[in-house]
T-cell receptor, first 114, second 114 residues
Framework: AQSVSQHNHHVILSEAASLELGCNYS??????LFWYVQYPGQHLQLLLK??????LVKGIKGFEAEFIKSKFSFNLRKPSVQWSDTAEYFC????????????FGGGTRLMVKP | IAGITQAPTSQILAAGRRMTLRCTQD?????MYWYRQDLGLGLRLIHY???????GKGEVPDGYSVSRANTDDFPLTLASAVPSQTSVYFC?????????????FGSGTRLTVV
């Protein structure tokens, strides 16, 4: 079955620390990859996406993610987090046999201490 | 502002009652989805519709039904609510077509079944 794994369920960082959230997916075919962010009390918003080309994708608010096909991974990174980055982050994958449907990971809750 | 409108924002419902969660989009997106979000479980797909007039079952469809009479509306009905359906429900839509631009999400409905 197609699945998406986010290994870190909860992450606590201090401001200015570097962030890396892991995302791995099953299946070896063509995929489109997404990271969504959900700020407290809000709906999910798109952070960045990868379709093809340069495997290093830059998104909003200083976030980036790197697609490593050989590892089936799409980890999210930010060099220096801010308190306002406190949120839940979801990795999502569109498998090429699933139309436009996304499969989501379980989410990672990030708390940034001021 | 183009987007997705969900109603109600929150609801407390007695077990055994029938409830319809409303979802309307004004982006003329072909595909629409209903997810439930539960702590530690991420987002799980309940039902989806790739185009008006068609629907399909997702990962957790039991106890829920949907209809897609037109492009804009995608209501989710709980025929006889049970406490395990306490959750936050998100409606989403996507444009469809060859390139997947990801989902646009509604603001969610927080449902408590007592």
């Amino acid at each position: 079955a197609q699945s998406v794994s986010q290994h870190n369920h909860h992450v606590i960082l201090s401001e200015a620390a570097s962030l890396e959230l892991g995302c791995n997916y099953s299946y070896g075919g063509t995929v489109n990859l997404f990271w969504y962010v959900q700020y407290p009390g809000q709906h999910l918003q798109l952070l960045l996406k990868y379709f093809s080309g340069d495997p290093l994708v830059k998104g909003i608010k200083g976030f980036e993610a790197e697609f490593i096909k050989s590892k089936f991974s799409f980890n999210l990174r930010k060099p220096s987090v801010q308190w306002s980055d406190t949120a839940e982050y979801f990795c999502a994958v569109n498998y090429n046999n699933a139309g436009n449907m996304l499969t989501f990971g379980g989410g990672t809750r990030l708390m940034v201490k001021p | 502002i183009a987007g997705i409108t969900q109603a109600p924002t929150s609801q407390i419902l007695a077990a055994g009652r029938r409830m319809t969660l409303r979802c309307t989009q004004d982006m003329r997106h072909n595909a629409m989805y209903w997810y439930r979000q539960d702590l530690g479980l991420g987002l799980r797909l309940i039902h989806y519709s790739n185009t008006a007039g068609t629907t399909g079952k997702g990962e957790v469809p039991d106890g829920y039904s949907v209809s897609r009479a037109n492009t804009d509306d995608f209501p989710l009905t709980l025929a006889s609510a049970v406490p395990s359906q306490t959750s936050v429900y998100f409606c989403a839509s996507s444009q469809g077509g060859e390139k997947n631009y990801g989902y646009t999400f509604g603001s969610g409905t927080r449902l408590t079944v007592v």
